[in-house]
């Protein structure tokens, strides 16, 4: 096993259904079992606009088997085997809950997500001192848009 980082500038993004919220994970780091990488919750009012970041943390920590696991339950989903389901991660982190509606050619997801400010950088702890201890954001997504993130996160794992 490297002792030393390895770093992907790599991508991972996860879009709504009308591509105005995006999810992305970047800047993956392996540093022995672990996996980092920044996550950056984005919208954009019209889909001919730039997505702006709306929030953003740096090096969130997940064991490799935990995103395995995330990327192996995400596929499930897309391929229509799971419901739903809920990924919490050990340490500070995207938490993620996922429900199916429809079925087949109409299967979308609901997708909450968020950051748990508290357990996060410094600049993020001050923000949930004044209240504010969890950001996140809900989306609509498509089976396909579900199978390519899972898809990317499995590369990452």
Known sequence: MPTEDHRDQGMVLLRDERDLLWLVLDDFVARGND?????HFLAREAPAEPPQPFISTFGVVEPREGLAALA???ARAAEGE?????HDPI???LSLELKAT???ETLTFEVVLWLDLVRMNPAMKSRAVRGRHQS???MHVTAAAL???AAGLRAYS
């Open 102 to 104: 429809g079925s087949d």
């Open 147 to 149: 199978r390519d993130f």
């Open 91 to 93: 340490g500070p982190g």
């Open 72 to 74: 192996e339950g995400l």
């Open 136 to 138: 996140g954001m809900r």
């Open 82 to 86: 799971v419901s739903a389901m809920r």
């Open 35 to 39: 996996r980092l990488c920044d996550v």
